[in-house]
């Protein structure tokens, strides 16, 4: 194989590098900037990676980075839940980034995509309901980043038979685990519940994870299995915030675990909340109104992982626990220059 793979700086994309190296396969990884040491250091490290500057919404760029290129993993995106002022960028990068992406891979006669999406294209349930699967898709796009997720993914399908394409989309979870340069929002939630954001009450509800090394094997056995189609990647079990908080302090003694699980009604005062923590101990920014309405809607994450299993023969090997510890070391590793 001869992949390129986007935003190869990234949490998911610098393991995904990674795991195509450590597999025997040529790698291309594309960055913003090669200029910017931040961004390709990390990659350089590696080894026998090659990097190339190529921007999503560039189609010139695109085009050159896919030269002799037979599999593309689209996973760049720009991932932010909480930052104000980044929703444009967010479904530009997103929506315009994959079909400027998609169809330079038809011009460079790519004909093998992964693309990265996530699980909050899925709809939640109420609590005690069937698991949703692939089929299923959210009408909640509140929220940028779940809008930009959604009509990005469903762009990729709409052009793969225009273009010829053989698509799979991988739906992880939210991402935990080792290798990333700067948090993520799914990192600022373990960072916020290490600083004791929740102490004082965790909100009524759940989030769903998985081991970043778990969804890099995932991309590559979509192609290595010749599968196609979308299929979710994630823990079988889907903490509550309350759990997830108690899960941490079994990690580190410091982290206490919540006073309460905090009622319904009190869910639109934790934006509140959440500004108060940042602005007063200098947590990570977690909750807008629109996230929290949609999180806190009495519904819950709840899907089956069961055709990533049957048909790619995918198992999360890291288990929650070690994941979780994996994440704070790095995030203590990193310390020290955040």
């Known amino acids: ?56 919404r560039d189609a010139a760029q695109m085009k050159a980075a896919l030269d002799g290129v037979d599999t593309l993993f689209h996973v760049a995106a720009v991932y932010s839940t909480a930052e104000k002022g980044r929703d444009a960028e967010i479904l530009d990068a997103a929506v315009r980034g994959t079909e400027i ?8 006669r790519v004909k093998r995509v992964v693309m990265t999406s996530s699980t909050v294209t899925l709809p939640l349930t109420e609590p005690g309901a069937v698991p949703v699967d692939e089929d299923d898709w959210t009408s909640e796009l509140r929220v940028p980043y779940f809008r930009a997720k959604v009509e990005s ?24 685990g080792p290798g990333f340069a700067r948090p993520t929002p799914t990192i600022d939630l373990i960072r916020a519940c290490l600083m004791g954001e929740f102490r004082l009450g965790a909100p009524r509800a759940n989030f769903g994870f998985v081991d ?32 997830l908080v108690r899960a941490l302090g079994k990690i580190d003694a410091r982290v206490k675990p919540p006073l309460m699980v905090l009622p319904t009604f009190l ?20 909750a807008t109104p629109d996230l929290i309405a949609t999180a806190l809607s009495g519904k819950r994450f709840n899907y089956s992982c069961a055709r990533a299993k049957r048909e790619l023969g995918w198992l999360a090997r890291i288990p929650f626990e070690q994941s979780l510890r994996d994440t704070v070391a790095e995030l203590k590793a990193l310390a020290p220059s955040s």
Not at 38 to 47: D, I, Q, S
Not at 102 to 108: E, K, P
Not at 267 to 282: K, Q
């Open 153 to 176: 993914e469903r762009k990729a399908w709409e052009l793969t038979s225009e273009l010829g394409l053989e698509l799979s989309t991988i739906l992880p979870s939210g991402i935990l």
């Open 101 to 108: 992406t998609l169809r330079a891979s038809a011009a460079a």
């Open 1 to 56: 194989m001869h992949a390129l793979v986007t935003g190869g700086n990234g949490h998911l994309g610098f393991n995904l590098v990674s795991t195509l190296l450590a597999r025997g396969h040529a790698v291309r990884a594309s960055v913003r900037s090669l200029a910017d040491g931040a961004r390709t250091e990390r990659l350089k490290a590696l080894g026998a990676v090659t990097l190339v500057e190529a921007d999503v």
């Open 267 to 286: 869910a639109p005062t934790l934006p509140l909340y959440d500004a108060f923590s940042h602005r007063v101990f200098g947590t990570p920014r977690t």
């Open 212 to 243: 970043v090394r778990d969804v890099a094997e995932a991309h590559v056995l979509a192609v290595e299995r010749h599968a196609l189609g979308r299929f979710i990647v994630g823990y079988d079990a889907i903490p509550s915030f309350d759990e």
